[in-house]
């Protein structure tokens, strides 16, 4: 753990304000889940929650089907990080942080399709301009976004059509409602 030196008190109703340096750093925003932690030291620990991210297993082998049906690699992120990956080697993006044109795109709860022409590119990773996204569909449960589901190429205009957007629209549908449960 790192220290940051900076020192809140707990307000009468048990609340406590995380600095804004630390949010922005941490890229947690109002509303954002948090889990707590506790230890036997006394230290009270906030991570991140991410539902999307308990699928594990589940998003890996959803992703491998994506890839192999649509023939194009294929990942499965939360609102942060990329939670699966298929198609490509998963040390390059596994874990990664997804970048800000693709967080923006969850944000404002819109499909993304690239179209031949199109000048708006989606890099999918934070720092990086190797992977393109070619589709863009956000996860939403109870009506919030929680991830999305990406088909992407590492061509700098990949060719994706209706198809990739209709299977990428019933994986993110399916993920949603599975999430609700």
Do not use: W
């Not at 708006?120 to 999305?148: C, R």
């Not at 019933?170 to 993920?175: H, R």
């Amino acid at each position: 753990m790192k220290a940051t030196g900076i020192v809140r008190r707990i307000d009468d109703l048990g609340r406590v304000v995380i600095p804004k340096e630390i949010r922005r750093t941490m890229r947690i925003r109002e509303g954002d889940p948090l889990e707590i932690y506790t230890d036997r030291d006394g230290e009270v620990i906030f991570k991140k929650y991410s539902p999307i991210g308990e699928l594990g297993d589940f998003a890996s082998e959803y992703a491998e089907t994506l890839s192999k049906t649509s023939g194009h690699p294929t990942c499965i992120t939360d609102k942060d990080n990329i939670i699966a990956v298929s198609g490509v080697p998963k040390r390059e993006l596994s874990e990664k942080k997804v970048s800000p044109e693709l967080e923006k795109m969850m944000e404002d709860k819109s499909t993304f399709v690239l179209k031949r022409g199109d000048e708006k590119k989606i890099n999918v990773i934070e720092g990086s301009e190797k992977y393109t996204a070619g589709v863009v569909v956000p996860i939403i449960s109870e009506g919030d976004t929680i991830g999305s589901v990406v088909f992407f190429s590492n061509e700098a205009m990949p060719q994706m059509g209706e198809v990739e957007e209709k299977l990428a629209q019933s994986a993110a549908g399916f993920l949603g409602r599975h999430m609700e449960q």
